[in-house]
């Protein structure tokens, strides 16, 4: 018996669902026919990449595409787009769309159904946040709608949020020419870091010629005649904006979902169990899957449930959600907090929790902070790091581990994420058997001194 | 009661296991009273800075020292140069000693005793092989010889040994601009990879201009009358030569101990435990210590004692042996057998076993090799990188991975060895929460791509 799967969203976590599930369905002799539908133009794509694209680092969309729509019908996946999911009932079993190309709506039944409607950006609940020129940047469609835009007679850019996509599109408009402005309601940019790192991504962007305006709440967003901004208006000043960009976070696309009844956790994420089954509570509902922005994810260190809108992690869970579809078996084991980006030429990675998430859970903990270079002292063209650790008392487990420095620091934040993935403590992470040469690392690792000072002061 | 201890060995064991006992002492309330001899010049060098020292990259032999003599002496430590222990009567607690500054000799009474006395250049056995001009390259002494010995007219190098040291010298010899022979027995360079890898760093060797003869064994080394080199002659033919460096490996420096009766392993180092304590078998040796490129040390993968003489290992054995010493209490917990090295502009790394070294031990494996690129394909200077898994079959234990390619490739070997220390699986590695940004990596990390083949194919 051949089986209906229904995909609703063809980017990084459906298509990489749907194909491991037709290559898992080839080994265990089940028969699957997939139909993937996506409201956007494209398949499989970097979002991570649009700041790229719009510095002119890439050329053009194709550029960031995995796998076309072409490549994904070659392996007998019915992609379709500029369809979106308008409706779904789970009883019937059928996903109601509608193809905005052929100006028609139907019913595609499914046996399985897999949700990877992702992520959508949230909008600052302010007057004018709807105005013309005002940008929020999750799907491919976005890139190309903001850089058409920004074609036009466009001088001055206010970014809204400085976390890792605001800094990201700010350092790529100020490439393209344009004078930024970045206003956050923190008291230092990247609060995914404690202050004391934030304020190192601070100088980095001032140093490229940002301006930073911290703890200020953007109150409205004024307009001219024709509904076009004109300017960003905050407690802390007024900021004259061509173009404004959104980067005040994304909140789970889960509204066909939610009208569905599936269940849905506290950030409005979808509930999965960890074969990426939609599950309420131990219940699991049978035939509907979901996997990427639109679900909520099981956070090692912290032990809670979070939402993560990574492409790393909507790949991950686009095939074990495949492989068990396919009648393969494979569980996704969670995350612990791992991120990392460039702003300017500082490199910027945290993994687990920082001493303010640590302290706010009411976490006994120590926290140290080590400055060191990136290869040995002596070597030419070493770079400076800042390592922070946070570790428990009176374990010494390590808790995150946060890394900003220049060229050669950030990835060593993959070190510190396995060690928190495998509940680690300080000490031990001092004495393991990293690589060292002088064109590489000090003799002890960055990441190893700042564990060996947190084990010494536990 | 104060403790005479005595460090015979003044570079990063002895002198780390000198400043930490004092620092635990401190702590701790003992009163030791250290002593430090050396036969050379310099304390707590940086002997992996020499090939850049000798290519010019570092000023002088100064660059290379982490903590003075004097520094030392500020912080407590009787240090001794130019001082050489001849001598060691274990019963009647005292250590000989020529004072070859001065021309004397003495015994120094301990309570406890601290052996760091390194490895030493294995010598090929064949005529020649201490003419004038063949130098190892294992202390900074060495290196000043080398480098007064290359202004001299000295065009010709032949460098014998194709591991780590050899092509480091072999590469800084390029750079000083003289014409650089290397003769191998091994069929590739850099045995420590296996040889499809090692056959990369063969061309990137052939790419800056070295001659690498392979498969040669080196049958002896050619005199002029004074007995100043003049050619290596292996069975592969014979290369002329105005300097030769050897790069044959080192041996543990223990004749010292050997005549004191101290317990010597197959590999010639000192059986420790993991306090650093001498021992033999389960008797540990009272007030006995030793650390650094003249001990044995466990290896958590081949689950055996080897001999690995890295300066990472030195460093942290010597603190712990100085913890211990100082009355605290630290274990050294073993190594995976990472290192690391840059050969041209080809960086190349290590953990664990290669495939030749697993099925010479009998294990079922699997071994997969992987092409990537170090950041996303689209972005700019994404570079090449190769990386091999090598795992066991059936469980899919991770048991190596070695990793060649260019900048950014390297350091990603530590994420390996965390993952072979907590005895991780491929699968698992390939699902763990590595960070993910486009300048830094593909979505899928390019060891989780090869770790994840792996598993694929168990």
Not at 162 to 189: F, H, K, Q, S
Not at 210 to 229: C, F, L
Not at 324 to 333: A, H, I, K
Not at 404 to 433: F, H, P, Q, Y
Request: proline share 4%.
């Amino acid at each position: 018996m051949t089986e209906r799967v229904v995909v609703v969203g063809a980017d990084a976590a459906g298509m990489s669902a749907a194909s491991q599930a037709l290559r898992t369905a080839k080994r265990t002799g089940r028969s699957l026919d997939v139909v993937a539908v996506d409201r956007g133009h494209w398949t499989s794509y970097s979002a991570c990449g649009i700041p790229y694209w719009v510095a002119g680092d890439v050329g053009g969309p194709h550029e960031l595409v995995a796998r076309t729509p072409e490549e994904h019908r070659a392996n007998g996946i019915d992609v379709r787009l500029l369809t979106e999911a308008t409706n779904l009932d789970l009883d019937a079993g059928w996903v109601e769309v509608a193809d905005h190309a052929a100006g028609r709506r139907e019913r595609l039944g499914f046996d399985q159904l897999v949700l990877a409607t992702g992520a959508a950006p949230i909008r600052p609940d302010v007057p004018g946040a709807d105005a013309t020129g005002v940008f929020g940047v999750q799907t491919l469609d976005d890139g190309g709608t903001v850089i058409r835009y920004l074609a036009r007679d466009v001088r001055r850019a206010v970014v809204v949020g400085a976390g890792y996509i605001g800094l990201e599109m700010a350092e790529a408009l100020v490439r393209r020419g344009l004078d930024v402005t970045v206003v956050d309601r923190a008291a230092e940019p990247m609060t995914t870091l404690d202050p004391d790192l934030g304020r190192q991504v601070h100088d980095a962007m001032e140093g490229m010629g940002i301006e930073v305006v911290t703890d200020a709440d953007v109150e409205k967003i004024e307009t001219d005649g024709d509904g076009v901004v004109r300017a960003v208006v905050t407690d802390h000043g007024t900021f004259a904006a061509d173009v404004v960009v959104l980067g005040t976070g994304v909140r789970p696309a889960t509204e066909l979902a939610r009208a569905a009844g599936l269940p849905l956790g506290p950030t409005g994420g979808l509930r999965v169990d960890d074969g990426m089954r939609v599950a309420d509570g131990d219940r699991v509902l049978d035939g509907v899957w979901a996997a990427g922005d639109c679900v909520e994810t099981w956070d090692r260190v912290r032990r809670d449930w979070v939402h993560v809108p990574l492409g790393t992690h909507a790949n991950k869970q686009g095939r074990v959600l495949g492989t068990n579809l396919g009648g393969g078996s494979e569980r996704f084991p969670g995350i612990v907090g791992t991120a990392l980006t460039k702003v300017c030429d500082l490199e910027v990675a945290r993994t687990g929790l920082t001493e303010g998430e640590a302290r706010t859970a009411g976490m006994d903990i120590v926290a140290v902070t080590t400055e060191s270079t990136t290869r040995s002292g002596y070597f030419p063209g070493t770079q400076p790091i800042t390592v922070k650790v946070v570790a428990g008392r009176p374990d010494g487990r390590l808790l995150g581990v946060q890394i900003v420095g220049r060229d050669g620091s950030a990835k060593r934040i993959d070190t510190c994420a396995l060690a928190l993935w495998n509940e680690m403590t300080a000490a031990e992470l001092a004495m393991t058997d990293l690589a060292y040469a002088p064109p590489f690392s000090p003799v002890w690792d960055p990441v190893q001194i700042a564990a060996r000072r947190a084990a010494d002061r536990l």
